[in-house]
C-alpha cells in the first residue's frame, strides 16, 4: 500500500489545499494530511479545530485520512510507513524553500522523496494568510474556502477584530 503525506499549516484549509490533496488522492492507496504543529507560533484556529476543518472538507475522499504531528516530518513519515511527501506549488515563490526542504527531508530519512503538484492556474494566488486579508475587508470567500468552513472561519474572524 502506498501511502503519502501532505503536510502543512492548513490556517485555514482552503480551496487551494483541498485541490492538491483531491488530486494526490487520485494517485496513491492513502494520503495522510498532516497538521504541523511546529511552525506558527500563533495560528488563528488550534490544532484539533484544524484538523476538524480538514476532516469536514474531505469527507467526500475515502483514501484520506488527517492527522497533526509536533515531529520531524522525516520521523513522522517513517512512523506512518510513508516514503513520499506532497507539495504544492504555486509560483517560484515557493519554489526555493520547498526544493531546501526537500533535500532536508530527503538527507533525515533517504528513503523519503517529495513529489511537487503545480496549483491550479485559479489557485496560484490563494494562501490561508491571503484569506484572512480579504476577510478583513469582507470579500466573498466563496472561491477561496470550502463551504463547509465559511461560517466558522468569519466567526473566527469576528472575534479577532
Ligand atoms: P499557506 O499557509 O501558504 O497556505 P500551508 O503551510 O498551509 O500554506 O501549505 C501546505 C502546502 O500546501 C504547501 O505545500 C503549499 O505550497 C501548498 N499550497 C498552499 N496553498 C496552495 C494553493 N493555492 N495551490 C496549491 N498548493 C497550495
Given at each position: 500500500?502506498?501511502?503519502?503525506?501532505?503536510?502543512?499549516?492548513?490556517?485555514?484549509?482552503?480551496n487551494?489545499?483541498?485541490?492538491?490533496?483531491?488530486?494526490?488522492?487520485?494517485?496513491?492507496?492513502?494520503?495522510?494530511?498532516?497538521?504541523?504543529?511546529?511552525?506558527?507560533?500563533?495560528?488563528?484556529f488550534?490544532?484539533?479545530?484544524?484538523?476538524?476543518?480538514?476532516?469536514?472538507?474531505?469527507?467526500?475522499?475515502?483514501?484520506?485520512?488527517?492527522?497533526?504531528?509536533?515531529?520531524?516530518?522525516?520521523?513522522?513519515?517513517?512512523?506512518?510507513?510513508?516514503?513520499?511527501?506532497?507539495?504544492?506549488?504555486?509560483?517560484?515563490?515557493?519554489?526555493?524553500?520547498?526544493?531546501?526542504?526537500?533535500?532536508?527531508?530527503?538527507?533525515?530519512?533517504?528513503?523519503?522523496?517529495?513529489?511537487?503538484?503545480?496549483?491550479?492556474?485559479?489557485?496560484?494566488?490563494l494562501?490561508?494568510?491571503?484569506?484572512?486579508?480579504?476577510?478583513?475587508?469582507?470579500?466573498?470567500?466563496?472561491?477561496?474556502?470550502?463551504?463547509?468552513?465559511?461560517?466558522?472561519?468569519?466567526?473566527?474572524?469576528?472575534?479577532q477584530?
Amino acid at each position: 500500500m502506498k501511502t503519502a503525506i501532505y503536510p502543512g499549516s492548513f490556517d485555514p484549509v482552503t480551496n487551494g489545499h483541498l485541490n492538491i490533496i483531491e488530486r494526490a488522492a487520485k494517485n496513491f492507496d492513502r494520503l495522510i494530511v498532516c497538521v504541523m504543529m511546529n511552525g506558527d507560533k500563533h495560528p488563528m484556529f488550534s490544532v484539533s479545530e484544524r484538523v476538524d476543518m480538514i476532516r469536514r472538507v474531505t469527507e467526500h475522499i475515502d483514501n484520506v485520512s488527517v492527522m497533526c504531528s509536533d515531529k520531524l516530518l522525516a520521523d513522522f513519515a517513517r512512523e506512518q510507513g510513508s516514503t513520499v511527501i506532497v507539495k504544492g506549488l504555486r509560483a517560484i515563490s515557493d519554489f526555493e524553500r520547498e526544493f531546501q526542504m526537500a533535500i532536508i527531508n530527503h538527507k533525515l530519512n533517504p528513503e523519503l522523496d517529495t513529489m511537487f503538484l503545480t496549483a491550479e492556474h485559479q489557485f496560484m494566488y490563494l494562501s490561508s494568510s491571503a484569506v484572512k486579508e480579504m476577510a478583513r475587508y469582507d470579500a466573498d470567500l466563496h472561491d477561496f474556502l470550502p463551504q463547509v468552513i465559511i461560517e466558522e472561519f468569519k466567526a473566527r474572524m469576528a472575534e479577532q477584530i
